[in-house]
């Protein structure tokens, strides 16, 4: 075998092994997670399944339930807090910073769908004007979203103002 062929097997070899340890990572963050939220819902004696998953470069965790409307809040803003709550509990254990995303009740899949449309009828705003169109403020999950739908229809976006009133931005071709 040739020294070219022996260092793409071993670069293959590697590369799904730092998969498998990404993994490994992410489904204990979705543990130490699950643990911290069902504490939660133990004190605020509130009932709800817990739900994991990992998605994409993240885990994904969701809590279902009865109603868990005080765990939303109103447009999200218990949900974000209670996120980086959990976030925090992972970094205390792991020493590492955590991306996961939480949801409850379905808000935040509900939500996307909501942006994916905000975001195609912004893109046929722009294109039809000619004109940059400046959304609404939204969270750090809700722009994200935006800027996904802008560039698959192959147009550019940017955020513009400061937290919390920041904003995406949609240019035309």
């Known amino acids: 075998m ?42 605020a004696d509130l009932d709800g399944d817990i739900d994991m998953d990992i998605d994409g470069d ?19 803003k218990v949900l974000e807090a209670l996120q980086e709550l959990t976030r925090l509990a992972v970094y205390r254990e792991t020493g590492e910073r ?5 949801d409850v009740s379905n808000y935040r899949a509900n939500r996307k769908a909501e942006l994916e449309k905000v975001g195609k009828k912004a893109v046929e705003d722009a294109q039809a004007t000619g004109k940059p169109v400046r959304l609404d403020p939204m969270t750090p999950f809700e722009r994200k979203v935006v800027h996904d739908v802008v560039a698959a229809a192959g147009l550019t976006s940017e955020s513009e103002g400061e937290e919390p009133r920041r904003r995406v931005v949609v240019q035309p071709a």
């Open 2 to 43: 040739s020294d070219g062929m022996q260092n793409a097997e071993s670069a293959e070899k590697s590369a799904a092994s730092g998969a498998d340890e990404r993994l490994k990572a992410l489904e204990a963050e979705s543990d130490i997670a699950a643990d911290y939220l069902e504490e939660l819902l133990d004190i």
């Open 58 to 76: 993240r885990a994904a965790v969701s809590i279902v339930g009865a109603d868990l409307s005080n765990l939303v809040g109103e447009n999200g």
């Open 98 to 102: 955590s991306r996961l995303m939480l």
